[in-house]
T-cell receptor
Framework: NAGVTQTPKFQVLKTGQSMTLQCAQDMNHNSMYWYRQDPGMGLRLIYYSASEGTTDKGEVPNGYNVSRLNKREFSLRLESAAPSQTSVYFC?????????????FGPGTRLTVT | KNQVEQSPQSLIILEGKNCTLQCNYTVSPFSNLRWYKQDTGRGPVSLTIMTFSENTKSNGRYTATLDADTKQSSLHITASQLSDSASYICVVSYQTGANNLFFGTGTRLTVIP
């Protein structure tokens, strides 16, 4: 039982390049999330998927797209990377989307855009 | 504006000592408050969760308190160990909605021998 896995662990992009961050969970959770974590700031929600087949914007969605590929997988795509997207990205999952469901986090992807 | 503020930003203590971390929030309507531990290079892991009616919750050497009237919480760590070195993040939830978490910026704790 690996929990939440993310690939890659590290990535360096040049401005304007695109890439997809992959996330998978093996806990049969319905809801999945993408966050970014920047120095001096709390985690901020980019997009979330309350259930398979649905996605919604979070606090900071600009410059990102997501795909809920199936119940296990939720990917985050940067179409044209910008230096402002340099950050650590965390995927999380929870059994449901309500306030009482604990979110389980992956190990993160450290992305640098030059 | 819904906010979560934590203090101190960083803390250094000797192994074996106790410490207390603070969290103040303005999130309303309040549902629950969690404390997460985030080791360097890892994702956050939940330590405790408290609802409106709970004022104390323990998890081993970690004890969280909640005063819902003053909107304050604290995390007390007893007999600290080197492995307690991490960031501790306070997270407050709205009562409703899927997009309902507010994260503090964390307290960076370093335990030295």
């Amino acid at each position: 039982n690996a929990g939440v896995t993310q690939t890659p662990k590290f990535q360096v992009l040049k401005t304007g390049q695109s890439m997809t961050l992959q996330c998978a969970q093996d806990m049969n959770h319905n809801s999945m999330y993408w966050y970014r974590q920047d120095p001096g700031m709390g985690l901020r929600l980019i997009y979330y998927s309350a259930s398979e087949g649905t996605t919604d914007k979070g606090e900071v969605p600009n410059g990102y797209n997501v795909s809920r590929l199936n119940k296990r997988e939720f990917s985050l795509r940067l179409e044209s990377a910008a230096p402002s997207q340099t950050s650590v990205y965390f995927c999380a999952s929870s059994e449901g989307a309500g306030a009482f469901y604990e979110q389980y986090f992956g190990p993160g992807t450290r992305l640098t855009v030059t | 504006k819904n906010q979560v503020e934590q203090s101190p930003q960083s803390l250094i203590i000797l192994e074996g000592k106790n410490c207390t971390l603070q969290c103040n929030y303005t999130v309303s309507p309040f549902s629950n408050l969690r404390w997460y531990k985030q080791d360097t290079g890892r994702g956050p892991v939940s330590l405790t969760i408290m609802t409106f009616s709970e004022n104390t919750k323990s998890n081993g050497r970690y004890t969280a308190t909640l005063d819902a009237d003053t909107k304050q919480s604290s995390l007390h760590i007893t007999a600290s160990q080197l492995s307690d070195s991490a960031s501790y993040i306070c997270v407050v939830s709205y009562q409703t909605g899927a997009n309902n978490l507010f994260f503090g910026t964390g307290t960076r704790l370093t335990v030295i021998p």
